[in-house]
């Protein structure tokens, strides 16, 4: 079937191209199927006002309200003809407040006829302050007049007693918006529905064409309420339907079953092990060793907090592959993490790391390590023991993912902390197998269910959420370094006690502070209370120079820093891992899986620059011994903010899905989505991926009975076209990458 033409119309054929062209540069519409997804934002109600209590700063808000009084003013000016210039200002109301409109010039001319007290309107504008009172200057407005013909016109293209406030710009208002929509709304009508009927009628679902018509001209709310609960529906549907596509393909693509020999590899690294696994590493190792063993390819996220043991999880099915003749390679974002893995799984192995050499034993592998900085002998012996099978395991950054890097029998591919990987990198790499390898992807980033069912939809999820034993608790403490400057000394004071107590401690900073900063040179001509609110974040150069010479004064201190050279990195660590240092203070990179068990204090400046789901990862790197970890969040921010609120969460607990819950709760699903996807952000405009988790697993599972009876959608026409519409192709590809 083809697609629908009334819905595939471009809008400049239908409401002119001036109006089409600001529709598409400025809102992303071109066509009418378009125009009829760009739902309303909210309503308004006729006999109700809008809140101008509430309105936003520097933000375009539409109101409706009542003109209270309107004052023609002149002055005198010297651009204006004559010397004299004239400013109409007109107070408006809703009841719950006032709001000042100012006009100039010649442009006070209609206004002063229009807006005459008692007039209701609805005004757009951006919303300034002047003289400490909030006003919109030349704001665009329409009237809303209650008798005659022109206003029962007015009032029917206003959808009865409900007037639809739709996402607007300065270049096209609200009730612009409004009224090209009414134009293309008979058009509703053709849209072909995605959903199947009896899904459709199972869940007493509307019609598409009456839930479009719901949404933009509703007469009641429960108008409003039919036609979101299904055009949510749409949404959550059509996205897994695609993400079960994705599955279903993968399912089809051969792999070779990997089982490990009973008393291979596998088993002689179990027996050396000095612990027993958790409940939930046999359970999660269970699943992987499940899907290792069929001719599909695995396709499973590993979620587990920070230091519940994911890397001995996916070490263990690394080994597994080793054992029945294939490859490993695990992909690191970083180079400091590809070394600090190679060291941590080379230390766990011992001598079955030693394969091909005098001290190797029977049942050991290589394990070698490759990344971009490797000098060019290093690099060729890797690369040489990759296509002869020699190693068994390789660790490394994207370098992994060259050209000229070949594998004997590439196996498995376990991807830590998935969301830094680009697009083509994970498939560059399953492509360098025979077949396609299995892939496992491991985050510390706790995802709420639904997340993970939205964005990694095409995997099958593992959560690891038991702590290893001997892990100690992490008390959490915020620092309000501005309010009470002595908490600050006293948290100094700690790491101090830390160190002499034959501890380590790393204190964090959001900038390195040898690059150009453009915002301290511009910071400098501002008032003082302009300078605490603007200056650039702290730096580690300068806090670690600060801290050597007062508070730090005697103990060894180090920095850490992304734009270090790499053997530079690699010395900092070396030293603080083995207790040659007393405080690194370093960024971001220490965030994901630097591991100083003798570590168990963290001092985070400008806390309140980082993320909740940062924050977590950073408090992660401490209390990995048996010594209780203690971390400090330093904020210059003032009590009632809301950056001070998310550091008092996070100080408040360690459970990561529920801040990961609180951090999407504050940044919106659009950030995690768009992160995570390409493109697809702009997808969902109705549904919410935390409030609707119902929805979102029912329409899972729908999604899948339906791919699993009719692959090619060739039952489903409507279904198609939507999917077409949503994803083009390479979305449908992105799905799968992250």
Known sequence: MDLV????????????????????????????????????????????????????????????AQVADARLLTFASSKAPRGKGQRLEVTITDGSGRLQLVFFGNGVHKPHKDLLPGTRAMFSGKVSVFNH???????????????????????????????????????????????????????????VDPLPESLRDGRGLVALPEALLKIHRPHTKADIADARARLKWDEAFVLQVALARRRYADAQLPAVARRPEPDGLLTAFDAKLPFTLTEGQQKVSKEIFDDLATE?????????????????????????????????????????????????ITEMMGELAEGGTLGGIEHSTKVVLLTGSMG??????????????????????????????????????????????????????????????????????????????????DLETSVLDQLPAGRSPIASHVVPAADKPHFLSRAWERVREEVENGHQAYVVCPRIGDEEDESKKGAKKKSPEDEAEKRPPLAVIDVAAQLVK????????????????????????????????????????????????????????????????????LRGRVGRGSAP??????????????????????????????????????????????????????????????????????????????????????????????????????????????
């Open 376 to 457: 060019t002998a290093a690099r060729r012996q890797a690369l040489l023991d990759l296509v002869t099978g020699e190693a068994g395991i390789v660790i490394g950054t994207h370098a992994l993912i060259e050209d000229k890097v070949q594998f004997h029998d590439l196996g498995l591919v376990v991807v830590d902390e998935q969301h830094r990987f680009g697009v083509e990198q994970r498939d560059a790499l399953r492509s360098k197998g025979k077949q396609p390898p299995h892939l496992l992807v491991m985050t510390a980033t706790p995802i709420p269910r639904t997340v993970a069912m939205t964005v990694f939809g």
């Open 629 to 738: 970890g203690l971390c400090l969040l330093v904020t210059e921010m003032p009590e009632a903010s809301p950056a001070r609120q998310r550091l008092t969460a996070v100080a408040s607990t360690l459970d990561g899905f529920e801040l990961s819950r609180i951090d999407l709760e504050q940044r919106r699903e659009g950030d995690v989505l768009g992160q995570a996807q390409s493109g697809v952000r702009s997808s969902l405009r109705m549904l919410t991926v935390i409030d609707d988790e119902e929805i979102i697993a029912e329409a899972r599972e729908e999604a899948a009975a339906v791919v699993a009876g009719d692959p090619e959608l060739e039952r489903l026409p409507g279904l198609r076209t939507a999917l077409q519409a949503l994803l083009d192709e390479d979305r449908e590809q992105y799905l799968d990458k992250g």
């Open 5 to 64: 033409p009334a819905l595939e119309e471009p809008l400049k054929k239908t409401l002119g191209p001036a109006t089409a062209k600001v529709m598409a540069e400025h809102l992303g519409l071109h066509t009418v199927g378009d125009l009829l997804h760009h739902y309303p934002r909210r309503y308004e109600e006729r006999g109700q006002l809008t809140h101008l209590a509430d309105l936003p700063m520097d933000e375009h808000a539409t109101v409706v």
């Open 133 to 191: 009172r909030l006003q919109l200057a030349h704001p665009a407005y329409e009237l809303l007049r209650g008798d005659g013909d022109e206003a029962a016109e007015t009032v029917d293209s206003w959808a009865g007693s409900l007037i639809p406030i739709y996402p607007a710009t300065a270049k096209l208002e609200s009730w612009k918006l409004a009224k090209a929509v009414q134009t293309v709304l008979p058009s509703a009508q053709e849209a």
């Open 296 to 344: 599909h390819p695995m396709h499973r996220l590993l979620q587990g907090e920070v230091g519940s043991g994911k890397t001995m999880v996916a070490l263990r099915a690394m080994l597994a592959v080793v054992d029945a003749g294939g490859q490993s390679a695990m992909l690191a974002p970083t180079e400091v993490l590809a070394q600090q893995h190679h060291r941590s």
């Open 550 to 617: 007062g508070p730090l004064h005697g103990l060894k201190v180090e920095v850490l820093h992304g734009r270090m050279a790499p053997d530079d990195k690699d010395a900092v660590m070396r030293r603080f891992a083995a207790g040659e240092t007393d405080v690194l203070v370093a960024t971001t990179v220490i965030e994901v899986g630097v591991n100083v068990p003798n570590a168990t204090a963290m001092v985070i400046m400008d806390a309140d620059r980082f993320g909740v789901s940062q924050l977590h990862q």
